[in-house]
């Protein structure tokens, strides 16, 4: 019975462990919760923003060096991207009292000086993250126009040097949800910041 | 004289490496547990976390633990992990991390995200026996190698 009873633990315990994020072909959790934008200070949520063709979320803060490596990336693609039917949602995730930088004030001022045409939402509490399962800055996300995750990762496979990308990842699946395709490569990683989540008591 | 015996902590060396070079610090015999931390210089809960890692290490390498520290810092700041890692008392040999992010993670845990940091532990055979996305403590480095370094022959 101990042995059991301990097995079952142990057991919780690595289920727990694990992160959980979303599966390919799962829909976008708390897609009606609205968070403020700084971008235009108006409320969104993913039901909002959701595009004919497909939809795009990409987890990212104001200070991580790998978010601000691919910011303008992430922006320019966003603001494209937008144009020809994707909805875009920038979220930042981490907590302004651990990441000062993080505070809406600056994010304003970022989204300001980078130029977003898309929205780019303070995801109070973290909540978005959890319930994505997103980890770190910059994560992205791309759903199709069912609204089914169909790429998750990074953003392409050179941060430090726009000119020697090789592999375009988050272009790729966003011109082949916008040609109602299937992404080539589903699933990519790369270095991030871990989202400052809020302490959990 | 007096001037001779002043404890100076000497940089340490940074050096780049693929992930394949890692593994090989890693399996290199002679340990009886090796930690591997993977973090960065603007990484905020990496260079929280280092003290106790760093101390944790100093306390039990006469047991038998070996640490291997890879930066995701671009090797271009070389000099910058240095110096943090001087002033945080390493005097052992380091990397910095080059080539593909995604094999590098993949190959270290499929399960991991590459959040950093991140610490794994393995055994003297180089087997993974434990992963830790995020900052780990003193407590659970000490629970966890305790069963490897207990099992340190006698010389």
Redesign the interface.
Known sequence: MKTAVLLATMLCGAATA??E?LVMGATAPLASTKMKSATDGKMVSFADVKGAKGTMVVFTCNG??YAKAWEDRIVELGNIYAKKGVGVLLVNSNNPGVSKGDAYEAMQARAKERGMQVPYAVDEGSALAKAFGA??TP?AYVFDKGGKLVYHG?ID?NH?EAGKVQKRYLKDALEAVVGGKAPATAE????????KFPKTS | MLGIALAVTKPPLVTPANVTEVLAAIRKPGAQAVLLNVWATWCEPCKEEMPELIRFYKEHKDQGLRLVLVSSDDPKERHEVAKFLAAEGVDFPTFVKVGDDMRFIDTLEPNWSGALPASFLYDGEGKKRRFWPGKVTYEQLANETKQLLKRRKQP
């Open positions: 694990r992160a994020g991580c060096p980890s770190k994560e990074t496979d430090e990519t990683k790369s270095m991030g910041c871990g989202i």
